[in-house]
């Protein structure tokens, strides 16, 4: 059945080209963009439902040689850590292209880099093989340059340099890394990298090398202040992607890659891990609540709720880990809602500007409901998705890191505030008359509605998740206590 | 319906469900005839569980039923389970109950309202949300419910959106409760690492057979008392339930009066096995109550609002429920958690009729004279300013009096003296409140209108009589209904042994100084406002003391929310844009001006990207394939 996943990846890349040959007629790309997000909606449903869950391990295995001249295969596959993720991509990708209905712009191009985007996104988190993930998470990184560049808000230019220095930065020393990791290794192949043993000082520097890549993806604090750049200036669905999946490449390649290869390193630096996790946490929240751009608010947050992920990482725990790989999944969901809502509401009031918004809820109730629906789950109310990834972290961190777990739980009460004196903002209060457009149609809230239905659906049974994460995470997990 | 208790569960969520989805394409009528039939249904099921339950020998009085499993995961099982015992019952039968009143209130209350659906789906939810917090068999699903309730509170606080202050009140509300949330999710954490399970069962049981060491059960006390803090507007969490006066009246009557804000008695009563090992852990309990109960009681006597001295009174209140619960007297406690809902629920929707007549008007100093004017609204206030002050012969009386009585017999004296005191100033502050509405000749500028609709008296009345029957439940020295109701739910696990009170053992000097002292309480009052025109207390100072309940909002806003909001501001000004950005793209710059480079991607020529990432692809594999 290894052909589900080489279908499900390659899928837009073969709509890619017919969209921007479409380009001439503005309404006529979205059309196989469509197509082939929906096909590979499908075949990752199909790999889920074909996936033996309860075991640990790869499955659904494909080798193609690619370049044999240096090993290189196309080797895809996925366990319980990436098979959440790439359900997770896939629908977001559909969600896309729906919240990109509108698109007319040059829209023969935007489909062609928005299809592009999904082939690197979905390749990276079945890649067994470090060529082939260094290829898609390049492949994803440069679709996202052209779309904040090209469609992107007045400091567009700027925004897409610095996503692309910072970003690219990060490759180049992860690239350099899976070089040294060949050289040592003899391949690129992931699953024999795992078992290799590799001498101290490679160890150390090519850990080093991967957790800076990573950081800067993810992004740890120091390293993100490309991302509110970014999703300031990004069009909305370019956002939804960008925090919604990209950002999950760099905490999916620190489980995957470094804890994989390196596990008694990745132990030895968990403490560390976990500081820088807890700065991300109230750092963002802090920040957060002194933007007044909702999509920047937004982009904090997100740095902020990257940090759970972190310290679900850094304690090690099977429990934490099975909630960090949640939280992937979850973040990613709840984030693109939150993006998607904050460009809809851009588009109805004409201004992101929270201080100029107000009274949404009498204007565009639907908008508004779902959009607070959205920053519930975001604080974490128990019952939506983020409590159920958020839970089991705290479970497992609190037995590893008791102090940090108390002041990464302070991050929750930041939240709460900062969500919710915006949602007083906007969304309450007596409307303000700068807004003056139409109510969004069906066809505009249906991904929004998409999107808060899958919350739900998260939060209420997430043991259909667990019940495939866990098996694959217990073979990384090493923190004892609440194991 | 014991088997089947989930669809008591059920019912109000079907409620919500189909007023928020159909809403459009009901009538006003038919909004309330769901409304109030789901809640109505869900009583007429409690009651029926409640006989099948009494029919069950004491030791298997606690059903319970797994619905399904919601994470399984290594040794992590928790499943979504039901627990049906004396204690949910008589919170289930509250909820159902006096929730259901309070829907059929509402239909009158809110009968004008443009968001009248809106109004009865959020309240349908919070009665799904609380009956899930009383229910549920495990601390996990406890707190979906105790968030649950958070959210509606927050809903129906905030429920005219267009009014700054009720936002800001709705937004107060619940950021106080999350710090309640997170002490119990604290407190969770610590339950799993020393039992391996969030199961009552089991925690329970294993924390006799298998202890935790006593500052672990410290912790998990004092953070479990954390939530119950916050949910039950006790210090130092208390302020929150003042301004959530800004939600509609029979909200308060519902939400900030008689159940939710009971959750945190609930909490504790639930965890007595817990309270029990943990003495420093009850303590604190019973002296955040007692503490609570005087405090509110000072801060009623100088509000002027109606609404926000009845949320005083309740907070009050609730402080001797939690100081009894502290104490081990958990027949006590939850007995007066019955009586209270009856009267403080009445007074709520009386204080609603009055805020009705005058077309909104809550201010004390602008009422006077309403007895003529709405005679039944009149009659039904007093029987709940006697039986709250605890005159003899009315419900309050009989619950204050076990609950003082005991705590005297077991040597508390001075919570017992704090109790006493601030039974004295409740009978002064209700009178008070009393006189200044309805004696005395009219003071306000708007004509009232004459008593509200039929809709909306025959629940207070069915309250009154309530509030004044509902204590005979418990008869000094001649039965004890509620005790007996409860015993079996204190058997099941360690610790229970003294929960309920020995109704022979009377404890008549305690009694007597009480009734002298609310006698003293109406004295006073009597003097100062009956048929008085309204006057500045004498002492300014104190009385803008009382009056500003402290200065805690003052306070805590100067201590947590500027700093926090300050701090966020200058991070984002100085660290992450001058020191964090302004040193990297620096080094951008840098970079820039040392070569063309970078202005060459800039470019934004695709074919010039693409060809840059081939060459550079090109020669990292060439040097690799020669080099290799």
Same mark, same amino acid.
């Given at each position: ?149 090209? +469609? ?51 160890? =150390? ?41 990209? =950002? ?24 560390? =891990? ?86 949404? %809820? ?6 508004? +409901? ?10 974490? %109310? ?38 919710? +004196? ?62 | ?26 009538? !006003?009528? *038919?909004?309330?005839?769901?409304? &109030? ?7 007429? $099921? ?27 995961? $290594? ?21 159902? $109950? ?16 443009? @968001? ?20 549920? @068999? ?62 009552? @069962? ?28 916050? !949910? ?17 009246? /029979? ?19 639930? &965890? ?6 943990? /003495? ?15 405090? *509110? ?46 009267? !403080? ?38 029987? $709940?300013?006697? *039986? ?147 006057? /500045? ?92």
């Amino acid at each position: 059945m290894g052909w589900l996943l080489l279908a499900a990846v390659g899928l837009p890349l073969a709509g890619a080209p017919v969209s921007a040959l479409l380009g001439r007629r503005p309404a006529a790309p979205r059309w196989p963009a469509l197509v082939t997000s929906l096909g590979s909606l499908a075949l990752s449903v199909a790999a889920a439902l074909t996936f033996r869950g309860g075991q640990p391990g790869m499955q659904l295995v494909s080798r193609l040689n690619w370049i044999p001249a240096l090993g290189i295969r196309l080797h895809l596959g996925v366990d319980g850590i990436s098979l959440p993720l790439l359900l997770m991509t896939a629908f977001l990708a559909a969600t896309t292209v729906l919240a990109s209905w509108g698109v007319r712009r040059r829209s023969g191009e935007y489909f062609f880099w928005l299809q592009l985007l999904s082939v690197g996104m979905l390749g990276v988190f079945t890649a067994l093989d470090l060529f082939v993930f260094f290829f898609f998470f390049e492949l994803a990184l440069i679709p996202m340059y052209f779309l904040i560049g090209l +469609w992107g808000g007045p400091r567009k230019d700027y925004a897409a340099m610095k996503f692309l220095l910072y970003t690219g930065l990060g490759s180049i020393v992860m690239f350099l890394a899976f070089l040294v990791l060949r050289f040592y290794g003899g391949t690129f192949d992931l699953l024999t990298l795992e078992h290799t043993r590799f001498p101290v000082p490679v160890q =150390l520097a090519v850990f080093a090398a991967l957790f800076l890549a990573w950081a800067v993806k993810t992004p740890v604090v120091p390293l993100h202040t490309w991302l509110p750049d970014a999703h300031v200036e990004a069009p909305t669905p370019a956002s939804m992607l960008l925090a919604g999946v990209l =950002l999950k490449m760099g905490t999916y390649g620190l489980l995957r890659i470094s804890l994989g290869i390196f596990p008694a390193l990745f132990h030895a630096f968990a403490p560390v =891990l976990a500081v820088l996790a807890v700065v991300n946490i109230l750092y963002g929240a802090l920040l957060a609540m002194a933007q007044t751009d909702l999509k920047g608010l937004v982009a904090y947050a997100s740095i902020s709720s990257m940090g759970y992920i972190l310290l679900g990482a850094a304690a090690g725990t099977g429990l934490a880990l099975e909630g960090a790989v949640l939280q992937m999944v979850a973040h990613g969901l709840v984030a693109a809602l939150l993006f998607l809502a904050a460009g809809d509401i851009h588009e109805l009031a004409g201004t992101r500007a929270i201080p100029a918004l107000g009274g949404l %809820l009498t204007r565009a109730p639907t908008l508004a +409901w779902l959009s607070l629906l959205g920053a519930l789950c975001y604080l974490g %109310l128990p019952g939506l998705a983020v409590f159920a990834a958020e839970f089991p972290i705290f479970l497992g961190s609190f037995a590893a890191f008791p102090t940090y777990t108390v002041l990464a739980a302070a991050g929750i009460v930041l939240t709460a505030g900062y969500l919710l +004196w915006t949602a007083q903002r906007i969304l309450f209060g007596p409307g303000r008359e700068a807004a003056l457009l139409p109510a969004l149609g069906g066809m505009r809230l249906l991904p929004l509605a998409l999107l808060a239905a899958s919350l739900v659906a998260v939060g209420v049974y997430p043991t259909v998740w667990y019940h495939l994460i866990g098996p694959a995470v217990h073979l990384l997990a090493w923190g004892g206590g609440a194991r | 319906m014991l088997q089947h208790s989930w669809v008591i569960l059920l019912l109000p969520l079907v409620g919500t469900a189909v007023i928020s989805i159909l809403g459009r394409y009901l009538s !006003k009528l *038919a909004t309330s005839l769901v409304a &109030c039939g789901v809640v109505g249904l869900a009583f007429l $099921g409690t009651v029926a569980a409640a006989v099948q339950l009494e029919g069950l020998p004491p030791r298997l009085q606690a059903v319970q039923e797994v619905l399904f499993r919601w994470i399984v995961s $290594g040794p992590l099982h928790i499943s979504f389970g039901l627990l049906v015992d004396p204690i949910s019952l008589l919170f289930m039968l509250v909820i159902t $109950g006096v929730g259901f009143l309070i829907h059929v209130y509402s239909v009158g209350y809110m009968g004008e309202d443009k @968001n009248f659906r809106l109004y009865f789906a959020y309240l349908n939810l919070f009665i799904f949300t609380m009956l899930l917090l009383v229910m549920a @068999n495990n601390f996990l699903w406890l707190l979906v419910g105790w968030g649950g309730v958070g959210l509606a509170s927050y809903l129906l606080i905030g429920f005219w959106y267009e009014r700054p202050s009720a936002v800001a009140a709705a937004i107060k509300a619940f950021v106080m409760n999350v710090i309640g949330d997170v002490g119990i999710f604290l407190a969770i954490f610590l339950i799993y690492l020393s039992f391996h399970s969030v199961s009552y @069962n089991r925690v329970f049981h294993l924390a006799y057979t298998h202890p935790a060491a006593a500052g672990v059960m410290t912790a998990i006390t004092l953070l479990l008392l954390l939530g119950a803090v916050a !949910k039950s507007a006790q210090l130092p969490l208390h302020t929150w339930l003042f301004d959530a006066m800004e939600g509609p009246t /029979p909200v308060s009557a519902l939400i900030h009066a008689a159940t939710m804000v009971t959750a945190g008695v609930y909490l504790v009563a639930r &965890c007595y096995p817990l309270y029990h090992l943990s /003495p420093t852990g009850a303590t604190a309990v019973a002296v955040v109550g007692g503490a609570s109960a005087l405090l *509110a009681a000072t801060i009623g006597t100088a509000q002027t609002d109606i609404k926000r001295a009845l949320a005083a009174s309740t907070m009050s209140q609730i402080g001797y429920m939690i100081m009894a619960v502290g104490l081990g007297m958990y027949a006590a406690g939850l007995f007066h958690f019955l009586t209270h809902a009856f009267f !403080k629920a009445l007074l709520f929707m009386a204080a609603g009729n009055i805020i009705h007549a005058l077309g909104g008007e809550q201010d004390l100093r602008k009422m006077g004279g309403l007895a003529k004017r709405l005679p039944v609204t009149y009659w039904s206030f007093l029987a $709940g300013t006697l *039986a709250i002050s605890g005159i003899p012969g009315f419900s309050g009386f009989f619950s204050k009096d076990e609950l003082l009585g005991q705590t005297l017999n077991r040597g508390h004296v001075v919570l017992w003296a704090v109790g006493v005191a601030a039974a004295f100033l409740t009978a002064f502050y209700m009178f008070r409140m009393f006189f200044l509405a309805f004696s005395g000749s009219y003071r306000g500028e708007v004509h009232p209108h004459g008593e509200a609709p039929r809709v909306m008296l025959v629940p207070t009345v069915i309250l009154a009589v309530l509030a004044v029957v509902g204590g005979y439940l418990v008869l000094p020295g001649v039965w004890d209904l509620i005790g007996n109701f409860l015993a079996p739910a204190f058997s099941h696990w360690h610790g229970g042994a003294g929960a309920v009170g020995n109704p022979h053992h009377v404890n008549w000097l305690s009694m007597g100084i009480s009734v002298l002292l609310a006698l003293a309480g109406f004295g006073v009052a009597y003097q100062v406002y009956h048929r008085r025109a309204w006057q /500045p207390a004498p002492w300014p100072f104190l009385s803008q003391l009382l009056y500003r309940k402290y200065y805690f909002d003052e306070l805590y806003d100067a201590v947590f929310v500027r700093p926090a909001v300050r701090l966020g501001a200058v991070f984002g000004a100085v660290a992450d844009r001058l020191v964090i950005d302004g040193g990297v793209m620096g080094l951008a710059r840098g970079v820039r001006t040392l070569g063309n480079g970078l202005v060459f991607l800039q470019s934004g020529y695709v074919r010039r990207y693409a060809l840059t990432i081939a060459l550079g692809a090109a020669a990292i594999l060439a040097y690799y394939v020669f080099w290799a």
